[in-house]
């Protein structure tokens, strides 16, 4: 059974940087391209980036290209998502997924993780 569980998020100040974390577990996560998205209230869920199998390359949407980067363990079954210049636009329900070439998402959907950017 396939698993996403996201871990990390928090409330941080504009400007501050968080951290998030998907550990995956159910299919063989070192086949597969990962990608971060994220549901703004009263939005639809977007995809805000992506990364390759292998690690390289990564892709990222115009709104956080240069401020957010991904990373991943293979080893460890583990996604992450570093968010610095963090602004209150920012703030949403972050979550992770499998993406296919055609860019659809693969596995059912995890809890998120709250992220929320406010002084």
């Known amino acids: 059974q396939v698993q996403l569980v996201e871990s990390g998020g928090g409330l941080v100040r504009p400007g501050g940087s968080l951290t998030l974390s998907c550990e995956a577990s159910g299919f063989l996560f070192r086949q597969y391209n990962m990608a971060w998205y994220r549901r703004i209230p009263g939005q639809k869920r977007e995809w805000i980036g992506d990364?390759?199998?292998?690690?390289?390359?990564?892709n990222f949407h115009d709104s956080v290209n240069g401020r957010f980067m991904i990373t991943r363990d293979n080893a460890n079954n583990m996604l992450y998502l570093q968010m610095n210049n963090l602004k209150p636009e920012d703030t949403a329900v972050y979550y992770c997924n499998a993406r296919n070439p055609q860019g659809s998402f693969l596995w059912t959907w995890g809890r998120g993780a709250q992220v929320t950017v406010s002084s």
């Open positions: 990364i390759a199998s292998s690690g390289i390359p990564t």
